[in-house]
């Protein structure tokens, strides 16, 4: 079950509608257990990580069930049911724990494989925008133009949280790429994520 509802729970997908304060009481919970999960181990793998997020997530479902109305409910038998559940929570722990979300993405990923190194744009910026997640719109030198996403912690992201960051501003960024479900366009696509930051 952990390997078809959770390998990218990043799902803006078609979900049932559950009682949304429920969801994300259970999102909190599911996060906090993680975190916890994480400080006991010193190797987290990645595979140990999406078993986890089933572990806790129907730990804290089960605590919870009684809040659900009676058309909400779910039995565990009910594999569907449950994928269901698992990407309505996913969707409430994108909001709460967004850096334990984009971990799980990268870990979906072949495990074996050797993490290539971050690939880097040097160029100007065009725009930053703060919407559910902060974007910074860049150009490089030969007039290519990237969107790139502000979604996990690394040492110079406080120069675009703190608005160091300017429009027309040289700089050099370095970033991954994780596919994610992009609702608008209603498929996978893939989406630059800010990994460094350089004043130029």
């Known amino acids: 079950m952990k390997k078809n509802i959770f390998l990218l729970i990043v799902l803006f997908s078609n979900i049932v509608t559950y009682s949304q304060d429920v969801l994300k009481v259970i999102a909190k919970e599911t996060c906090e257990c993680l975190d916890a999960k994480k400080l006991k181990s010193d190797n987290f793998t990645g595979d140990e990580l999406k078993a986890a997020v089933g572990l806790c997530m129907i730990k804290s479902y089960s605590d919870h069930m009684s809040e659900f109305k009676a058309d909400e409910k779910v039995k565990f038998s009910d594999k569907e049911g449950m994928s269901k559940l698992g990407e309505a929570v996913g969707v409430k722990m994108l909001e709460v724990c967004p ?31 703060s919407e559910q997640f902060m974007t910074l719109q860049m150009m490089d030198q030969n007039g290519r133009n990237y969107s790139l ?46 990994t460094k930051l350089e004043k130029q």
Do not use: H, P
Request: net charge negative; glycine share 4%; hydrophobic share 45%.
């Open 99 to 129: 850096a334990m979300i984009l971990e799980l993405g990268k870990g979906s990923k072949d495990d074996v494989q050797v993490k290539e190194q971050d690939a880097f744009i040097v160029g100007e910026v065009t725009d930053i925008k």
């Open 149 to 194: 996403l502000l979604l996990d912690y690394f040492d110079t992201a406080s120069l675009l949280t703190n608005n160091e960051i300017k429009k027309k501003d040289k700089l050099k960024v370095s970033y991954t790429e994780i596919e994610l479900f992009d609702i608008k366009v209603k498929e996978f696509r893939a989406f630059k994520i800010l």
